[in-house]
Nanobody
Framework: QVQLVESGGGSVQAGGSLRLSCVVF????????MAWFRQAPGKEREGVAT??????????TYADSVKGRFTISKDNAKNTLYLQMNSLKLDDTAVYYC?????????????????WGQGTQVTVSS
């Protein structure tokens, strides 16, 4: 019923920028959370950023490692979630996944998300 399709990954030099997109097919209605996760080889999947909507407002959260550099946003008219990534570092290299859930508790926990994008590779080089 809900599918997420990601794009925007690629290879960039450290200090560069990328914007990831996640197009939502199917309707996601409030309350819900959407999030970006990432997984580097040999590491656990980790939360990067979340955006939570209830009936009245939306809030965002970020992992400490990306605060001030990454911005999560959603264009409801285009049904698209974005992750703007600036000042990229080598440690940002990973496969990035968008995800959605109709639960609004613990939005940074991957097991709470039932809908996932296919992943898009981000590679940061020196």
């Amino acid at each position: 019923q809900v599918q997420l399709v990601e794009s925007g990954g690629g290879s960039v030099q450290a200090g560069g920028s990328l914007r990831l997109s996640c197009v939502v097919f199917g309707h996601i209605y409030a309350p819900y959370c959407m999030a970006w996760f990432r997984q580097a080889p040999g590491k656990e999947r980790e939360g990067v950023a979340t955006i939570k909507y209830n009936r009245y407002d939306g809030t965002t959260t970020y992992a400490d490692s990306v605060k001030g550099r990454f911005t999560i946003s959603k264009d409801n008219a285009k049904n698209t979630l974005y992750l703007q990534m600036n000042s990229l570092k080598l440690d940002d290299t990973a496969v990035y996944y968008c995800a959605a859930t109709f639960s609004t508790s613990y939005c940074n926990i991957d097991r709470n998300f039932g809908y996932w994008g296919q992943g898009t590779q981000v590679t940061v080089s020196s």
